[in-house]
């Protein structure tokens, strides 16, 4: 079955930089991947998607990109703030029902 | 829009005790809802699909017996953790999806820890 891997596990970057997550899926049928970010005792929010027919999506400050070749896809966060600090995960949805695969998660944080 | 509810947010429980947890499309249909359990510092992981008026699809190694859920209507679906023991403790997060665009909105939560 799908399997979806994500790293690095935690990540910290200083105020104002540039953080990248990766993940990696394996089954090719694979058609949609959202990113979501999840504070503490909080529900997972989605913060962009993009779709197989798709490369790139960008909203502010946060991009995606997606690889179909090689199947990887990652998640771009630019001038970090602190409040984006938080535990991100990536997924990807196969099948009529629409099941997500989610990564194991990264833990992003922010130094002032 | 895509509002979901879910209640209790925080159950304590006694050990062989039942807990029953809802989950809600506030405002729109949801044909298929999802049931995540997550422990701290860990990913979801999915335990069961369940589509309005059918069975639910339990995933491997998740007990069916055990975590009994309901999909009556296109707006609930409930999870009874029955004869709950402390390793049943977790983190229980619902979605629901229209079966529109693949996104699934979350519903808060409910923390169950059992004693």
């Known amino acids: 079955g799908e399997n979806v891997e994500q790293h690095p596990s935690t990540l910290s970057v200083q105020e104002g930089d540039s953080a990248v997550i990766k993940c990696t899926y394996s089954?090719?049928?694979?058609?949609?991947f959202p990113w979501y970010k999840q504070e503490l005792g909080k529900r997972p929010q989605l913060i962009i998607d993009?779709?197989?027919n798709v490369g790139e999506k960008k909203d502010q400050r946060i991009a995606v990109t997606l690889n179909k070749t090689a199947k990887h896809f990652s998640l771009h966060i630019t001038e970090t703030q602190p409040e984006d600090s938080a535990v991100y995960f990536c997924?990807?949805?196969?099948?009529?029902?629409?099941?997500?695969?989610w990564g194991a998660g990264t833990k992003l944080i922010i130094k002032p | 829009g895509a509002v979901v509810s879910q209640h209790p947010s925080r159950v304590i429980c006694k050990s062989g005790t039942s807990v029953k947890i809802e989950c809600r499309s506030l405002?729109?249909?949801?044909?298929?809802m999802f049931w995540y359990r997550q422990f701290p510092k860990q990913s979801l992981m999915l335990m069961a699909t369940?589509?309005?008026?059918?069975?639910?699809?339990?995933e491997q190694g998740v007990e069916k017996d055990k975590f009994l859920i309901n999909h009556a209507s296109l707006t609930l679906s409930t999870l009874t953790v029955t004869s709950a023991h402390p390793e049943d403790s977790s983190f229980y997060i619902c979605?629901?999806?229209?079966?529109?665009?693949?996104?699934?909105?979350f519903g808060p939560g409910t923390r169950l820890t059992v004693l």
């Open positions: 979605s629901a999806s229209s079966g529109y665009n693949n996104e699934q909105f």
């Open positions: 405002d729109f249909q949801a044909t298929t």
């Open positions: 369940s589509n309005e008026g059918s069975k639910a699809t339990y």
């Open positions: 089954d090719s049928a694979s058609n949609y």
């Open positions: 993009i779709r197989s």
């Open positions: 997924a990807a949805s196969i099948g009529s029902n629409y099941q997500l695969i």
